[in-house]
């Protein structure tokens, strides 16, 4: 079975720059999380879909993040303007409803 | 909301020994505590986990236990090895889908 699929990997922008990542989950699963995991923290949760609708975006910075997933599978997650306290590890998981997160590579992204 | 606090960040460990990582919660309403390591450049894995109506549960060299009373819960790792070097974080489900993350351990064993 093929895992949670992430890209870029890495990514380096200038500060006030926009930048989005992408993330294919596993088939069938119709749960979808964004996390930010900043270097020597756990990862922090972003946004979380069902299917395609929001189940929760509550610690989404919302006046420069913004998330989609507009057919219920694959989802993008943008940063517009970026800011040096962006730089992060950013995961996407998904899972079955109410069943075990599977995490993806994660994109690190440097913002300079 | 729900906080979880973990202990040690760093652990050094001689190959053959045991790791103990330990967690506490803030929210006596979460009932599902997994465990994840995370390798370099790596998504976070599931290694095990712990449902709050069970004290105590194993995988091999894995267990993880539970206090719902005092609201911590353990991972025990026995006979390391080399391998086992990595970030292990502990979390906590506030809510459905909601995973609460420790700030994580940085296990070293040491041949």
């Known amino acids: 079975e093929a895992g949670v699929a992430q890209s870029p990997r890495y990514k380096i922008i200038e500060k006030r720059q926009s930048v989005a990542f992408w993330c294919n989950p596993i088939s069938g699963h119709a749960t979808l999380y964004w996390y930010q995991q900043i270097l020597g923290q756990g990862p922090k949760l972003l946004i979380q879909f069902q299917n395609n609708g929001v189940v929760d975006d509550s610690q989404l910075p919302k006046d420069r993040f913004s998330a989609e997933r507009l057919k219920g599978i694959d989802s993008t997650l943008k940063i517009q303007p970026a800011k040096l306290e962006d730089s992060a590890v950013y995961l996407c998981a998904s899972s079955p409803p109410h069943e075990e997160q599977f995490f993806g590579p994660g994109t690190r992204l440097t913002v300079l | 909301g729900e906080n979880v606090e973990q202990h040690p960040s760093t652990l050094s460990v001689q190959e053959g020994d045991s790791a103990v990582i330990k967690c506490t919660y803030s929210?006596?309403?979460?009932?599902?505590f997994p465990w994840y390591k995370q390798e370099l450049g790596k998504g976070p894995q599931l290694i095990i986990d712990?449902?709050?109506?069970?004290g105590e549960k194993k995988d091999q060299r894995i267990a993880v236990t539970l206090n719902k009373t005092a609201k911590h819960f353990s991972l025990h790792i026995t006979e390391t090895q080399p391998e086992d070097s990595a970030v292990y974080f502990c979390a906590a489900w506030e809510s459905w889908g909601k995973l609460q993350f420790g700030a994580g351990t940085q296990v070293v064993v040491t041949p």
């Open positions: 712990i449902r709050s109506n069970v």
């Open positions: 929210d006596s309403a979460s009932n599902y």
